[in-house]
């Protein structure tokens, strides 16, 4: 963020304007509410800085997000500058004040980072929105800005880039009678805002629970202080409404009662207000880092030995667990439930009898309703009377809050799928005619940015199908290039209205010249984006991958009412047919790998492809990459269980996944379920394995000692290969540190092996490895 032009606050009546600031602020103070000044212009930073200056609460300093760099201020007023990326780390806390710096080209308009801070504002402040000058107009579209980036894969510059996604931020932003307009070089807009002053109905009444501040939190603690064994509660709530407050609550009286409580949440800044309250209903506890303790002799009682919450990551519960041995585990409260792997969600829920999982419903913390459509099997199945609870009236603001309408339309964030309602109740019986009635159409983006009834059904479908949705999934859509989105579309012939069911949306990838594919597949260039295509040349061994064009699914969705009807296949159907009348023949995808998920693709006529060695930080998951060929150069068809594609490339990376997944599940992925193990090892291919030639391992190895993969991903070759080197070629010394890394390059006898030899370090390891695999295949003179 550059210091703005000397003269850039001269053209502003700084009088006026602290009237100004002053009087919004009262107003605001007086209804509990939040709104939003948008500055557009060519360089807005000069007025930003100038409310700054001005604006009545400082406390805390004003939050400057944008390019992160430190601000030149003329006044005496301190401004936290911040980088878009930064703008979770606010997440917990609460502002006065926010400055969103959309105007400057490197920073542009960061969809998370605003769902971030919006939400953080208290009762009485303002944000901020500074804009180039075009979005005023809103037509012709925005020109792409510093987040558009992130969406600019080979061979796409991002100017190259649509601006749909602006340009409909632009026109709903012009929509909002709320919205506070000040154009650079204007008059200031009226500091009261047509604003609904009879909203604090919704809080009126008396609260039976003293320490509550809505009937929804009375109601939610009270769930908690109650939790029995085996009857989880589930609270999911907007943000604002006081969920984690409720959780410091009904903590502060399990303390009180002598009782340990266990805290995770996805970081300790999302679990701030638990602290905070805790420390107002216990006084005399003391905290210590992520502990609060309440020393002995301060419970209700007077006879407690001392009680204390703690804070765990949601990694390191398990450790914590076992080092209880035969003691009783204490309560465990999960907050934002829903950004937390479902694989570590469901252990807690094994191994803590008494557990509260509290999750945001629409937010940028991940997706709640996500979450509980992802999550509730399993609880019913394992825990069938567990508890849901909602918590709808806000606490750090009043209902209706102008700066959450705005919030919830820009970013989407309570987008649903369609209500079937009577409609559906009359179809139920004869579903199938009913659904035959529908049609797969191909959508038009540039139309499908100004259908916000479309838009909101499409993007509701995709949020309740994936519980990690974040708001700039949205700009995803809209503006990718290469980007196929279709859907199935059921129209009331009455009414001429339109409920969609499903959607699918794929990106195109691959096609990299020759030169720069065998530069992926040696690892020496990463180009942005083509995931699929670049890392089947990069960690799966084939150049061609590369070379290749695919199509990846990176999205499919259907309406849960329709689940388990076909609705899915036929989405993919109509997407290899358009696959092919653009000329490309294979489909791909990648995915958190999980039982159900990965039969669903191998019915649909995908086979895998590579696994992921890592568990994704995400979903707790390792990545699967599964693929299938149409058209010409395959069958089209599903491939019967325990056969390879006829296509030539898909066959060979299927084989040599196949080849691979023996001893990945003996050492990296020794901890798979087995059911998802048995699913994606083929049974009868082993018989269809050619024996490894010297050429073929020749190949392999060469790859890998140019940079290609990774030890890991050439063990079988590398294993044939040295069952059949001479001793001239490999001293003994040098073989037996090959076979020790076959165990893995960070065990513990490879890397006291190692160290013996003086390589310290995995990257040296690592290059030892590589130098040795290459001595293998060196042509004798």
């Given at each position: 963020?550059t210091?703005?032009p000397?003269?850039?606050?001269?053209?502003i009546?700084?009088?006026?304007?602290e009237?100004?600031?002053?009087?919004?602020?009262?107003?605001?103070?007086?209804?509990?509410?939040?709104?939003?000044?948008?500055?557009?212009?060519?360089?807005?930073?000069g007025?930003?800085?100038?409310?700054?200056?001005?604006?009545?609460?400082?406390?805390?300093?004003?939050?400057?997000?944008?390019?992160?760099?430190?601000?030149?201020?003329p006044?005496?007023?301190?401004?936290?500058?911040?980088?878009?990326?930064?703008?979770?780390?606010?997440?917990?806390?609460?502002?006065a004040?926010?400055?969103?710096?959309?105007?400057?080209?490197?920073?542009?308009?960061?969809?998370?980072a605003?769902?971030?801070v919006?939400?953080?504002?208290?009762?009485?402040?303002?944000?901020?929105?500074?804009?180039?000058?075009?979005w005023?107009?809103?037509?012709?579209?925005p020109?792409?800005?510093?987040?558009?980036?992130r969406?600019?894969?080979?061979?796409?510059?991002?100017?190259?880039l649509?601006?749909?996604y602006?340009?409909?931020?632009?026109?709903?932003?012009?929509?909002?009678?709320?919205?506070?307009?000040?154009?650079?070089?204007?008059?200031?807009?009226?500091?009261?805002?047509?604003?609904?002053?009879?909203?604090?109905?919704?809080?009126?009444?008396?609260?039976?629970?003293?320490?509550?501040?809505?009937?929804?939190?009375?109601?939610?603690?009270?769930?908690?202080?109650?939790l029995?064994?085996?009857?989880?509660?589930?609270?999911?709530?907007?943000?604002?409404?006081?969920?984690?407050?409720?959780l410091?609550i009904?903590?502060?009286?399990?303390?009180?009662?002598?009782?340990?409580?266990w805290?995770?949440?996805?970081?300790?800044?999302?679990?701030?207000?638990v602290?905070?309250?805790?420390?107002?209903?216990?006084?005399?506890?003391?905290?210590?880092?992520n502990?609060?303790?309440?020393?002995?002799?301060q419970?209700?009682?007077g006879?407690?030995?001392?009680s204390?919450?703690?804070?765990?990551?949601p990694?390191?519960?398990?450790?914590?667990?076992?080092?209880?041995?035969?003691?009783?585990?204490?309560?465990?409260?999960?907050d934002?439930?829903?950004?937390?792997?479902?694989?570590?969600?469901?252990?807690?829920?094994?191994?803590?009898?008494?557990?509260a999982?509290?999750?945001?419903?629409?937010?940028?913390?991940?997706t709640?309703?996500?979450?509980?459509?992802?999550f509730?099997?399993?609880?019913?199945?394992q825990?069938?009377g567990w508890?849901?609870?909602?918590?709808?009236?806000?606490?750090?603001?009043?209902?209706?809050?102008?700066?959450?309408?705005?919030?919830d339309?820009?970013?989407?964030?309570s987008?649903?799928?369609?209500?079937?309602?009577?409609l559906?109740?009359?179809?139920?019986?004869?579903?199938?005619?009913?659904?035959?009635?529908?049609?797969?159409?191909?959508l038009?983006?540039?139309?499908?940015?100004?259908?916000e009834?479309a838009?909101?059904?499409?993007?509701?479908?995709l949020?309740q199908?994936?519980?990690?949705?974040?708001p700039?999934d949205?700009?995803?859509?809209?503006?990718?290039?290469?980007?196929?989105?279709?859907?199935i579309r059921?129209?009331?012939?009455t009414t001429?209205?339109?409920?969609?069911?499903?959607?699918?949306?794929?990106?195109?990838?691959?096609?990299?010249?020759t030169?720069?594919?065998?530069?992926i597949?040696?690892?020496?260039?990463?180009?942005?984006g083509?995931?699929?295509?670049?890392?089947?040349?990069?960690?799966?061994?084939?150049?061609?991958?590369?070379?290749?064009?695919?199509?990846r699914?990176?999205r499919i969705?259907v309406?849960?009412?329709?689940?388990?009807r076909?609705?899915?296949?036929?989405?993919?159907?109509?997407?290899?047919?358009?696959a092919?009348a653009?000329?490309v023949?294979?489909?791909?995808?990648?995915?958190?790998?999980?039982?159900?998920?990965?039969?669903f693709?191998?019915?649909?006529?995908?086979?895998?492809?590579?696994?992921?060695?890592?568990r994704?930080?995400?979903?707790g998951?390792?990545?699967?990459?599964?693929?299938?060929?149409?058209?010409?150069?395959?069958?089209?068809?599903?491939?019967?269980?325990?056969?390879?594609?006829?296509?030539?490339?898909?066959?060979?990376?299927?084989?040599?996944?196949?080849?691979l997944?023996?001893?990945?599940l003996k050492?990296?992925?020794?901890g798979?379920?087995?059911?998802?193990?048995?699913r994606?090892?083929?049974?009868?291919?082993?018989?269809g394995?050619?024996?490894?030639?010297?050429?073929?391992?020749?190949?392999?190895?060469d790859?890998?000692?140019?940079?290609g993969?990774g030890?890991?991903?050439?063990?079988?070759?590398?294993?044939?290969?040295?069952?059949?080197?001479?001793s001239?070629?490999?001293?003994?010394?040098?073989?037996h540190?090959?076979?020790?890394?076959?165990?893995?390059?960070?065990?513990?006898?490879?890397?006291?092996?190692?160290?013996g030899?003086?390589?310290?370090?995995?990257?040296?390891?690592?290059?030892?490895?590589?130098?040795?695999?290459?001595?293998?295949?060196?042509?004798?003179?």
């Amino acid at each position: 963020m550059t210091t703005p032009p000397s003269d850039s606050s001269s053209r502003i009546d700084l009088p006026g304007l602290e009237a100004w600031c002053r009087t919004l602020h009262q107003h605001l103070l007086a209804r509990r509410q939040r709104a939003c000044l948008w500055i557009s212009g060519d360089d807005p930073s000069g007025a930003a800085q100038a409310i700054c200056e001005r604006w009545p609460s400082h406390e805390p300093a004003p939050l400057w997000l944008g390019t992160g760099e430190a601000l030149s201020t003329p006044g005496a007023t301190p401004i936290r500058a911040l980088a878009m990326a930064k703008a979770a780390t606010q997440l917990g806390g609460e502002q006065a004040l926010v400055i969103f710096d959309a105007a400057q080209p490197a920073s542009g308009f960061d969809p998370d980072a605003f769902g971030a801070v919006a939400g953080t504002l208290q009762a009485g402040g303002l944000l901020v929105l500074m804009t180039p000058a075009a979005w005023a107009a809103a037509d012709p579209a925005p020109v792409p800005d510093g987040d558009h980036a992130r969406l600019a894969h080979w061979p796409f510059e991002r100017q190259q880039l649509t601006t749909r996604y602006l340009a409909r931020l632009a026109r709903r932003l012009t929509s909002h009678a709320s919205v506070l307009h000040w154009p650079q070089g204007g008059t200031l807009p009226a500091p009261s805002p047509s604003l609904d002053s009879g909203n604090q109905a919704a809080r009126s009444g008396a609260i039976a629970d003293r320490d509550c501040l809505t009937q929804d939190q009375a109601a939610s603690v009270a769930a908690l202080e109650a939790l029995a064994p085996a009857r989880p509660v589930v609270i999911s709530a907007d943000r604002g409404r006081g969920k984690s407050g409720a959780l410091g609550i009904a903590a502060a009286r399990c303390l009180a009662a002598g009782e340990d409580v266990w805290l995770t949440a996805p970081r300790p800044a999302a679990v701030s207000a638990v602290f905070e309250r805790l420390a107002v209903l216990l006084p005399r506890g003391q905290r210590e880092g992520n502990v609060f303790r309440l020393p002995a002799g301060q419970a209700e009682d007077g006879t407690a030995s001392g009680s204390e919450l703690r804070f765990l990551a949601p990694d390191a519960i398990e450790a914590a667990r076992l080092a209880c041995h035969d003691a009783t585990l204490p309560r465990l409260f999960v907050d934002e439930a829903a950004a937390i792997p479902t694989p570590l969600l469901k252990g807690y829920l094994v191994h803590f009898p008494r557990i509260a999982f509290a999750t945001t419903v629409h937010g940028y913390e991940g997706t709640g309703r996500g979450f509980q459509l992802r999550f509730r099997h399993h609880l019913e199945r394992q825990c069938p009377g567990w508890q849901a609870l909602e918590m709808t009236t806000p606490v750090r603001w009043a209902p209706g809050d102008p700066l959450e309408t705005l919030t919830d339309d820009l970013l989407l964030l309570s987008a649903q799928p369609p209500e079937l309602g009577a409609l559906a109740d009359t179809a139920r019986q004869s579903i199938e005619p009913w659904l035959a009635r529908s049609e797969v159409v191909l959508l038009q983006r540039d139309s499908l940015a100004r259908d916000e009834a479309a838009l909101r059904q499409l993007f509701g479908l995709l949020v309740q199908a994936h519980y990690r949705t974040t708001p700039a999934d949205l700009r995803q859509l809209l503006d990718t290039p290469g980007l196929t989105l279709m859907a199935i579309r059921q129209r009331d012939a009455t009414t001429g209205s339109d409920a969609w069911l499903g959607v699918v949306a794929a990106v195109e990838e691959g096609g990299f010249p020759t030169p720069l594919a065998h530069d992926i597949w040696c690892g020496k260039r990463r180009p942005r984006g083509h995931l699929l295509a670049q890392s089947l040349a990069a960690h799966a061994g084939h150049q061609g991958a590369a070379e290749a064009r695919w199509w990846r699914v990176l999205r499919i969705a259907v309406h849960p009412a329709l689940w388990r009807r076909g609705q899915g296949a036929r989405l993919l159907q109509a997407l290899e047919q358009q696959a092919l009348a653009a000329g490309v023949t294979r489909l791909g995808t990648s995915f958190g790998a999980e039982a159900d998920l990965v039969a669903f693709w191998l019915a649909q006529g995908f086979v895998p492809l590579r696994m992921g060695l890592k568990r994704d930080a995400a979903s707790g998951e390792h990545a699967v990459m599964m693929g299938k060929a149409i058209g010409e150069s395959g069958s089209g068809q599903s491939a019967p269980r325990g056969k390879f594609a006829q296509d030539a490339l898909l066959g060979a990376l299927q084989q040599d996944f196949q080849r691979l997944l023996p001893s990945l599940l003996k050492h990296e992925l020794h901890g798979l379920p087995p059911l998802l193990a048995d699913r994606l090892r083929q049974r009868g291919c082993e018989a269809g394995l050619a024996t490894l030639t010297p050429a073929a391992c020749t190949q392999r190895l060469d790859w890998y000692r140019r940079g290609g993969g990774g030890l890991a991903l050439v063990r079988p070759w590398l294993e044939t290969a040295l069952e059949a080197c001479e001793s001239s070629r490999l001293d003994e010394a040098s073989r037996h540190g090959l076979v020790l890394a076959l165990g893995g390059q960070d065990a513990p006898a490879f890397v006291s092996w190692a160290e013996g030899q003086g390589l310290v370090g995995r990257k040296a390891r690592d290059r030892w490895c590589r130098a040795a695999a290459g001595r293998l295949i060196e042509k004798r003179e």
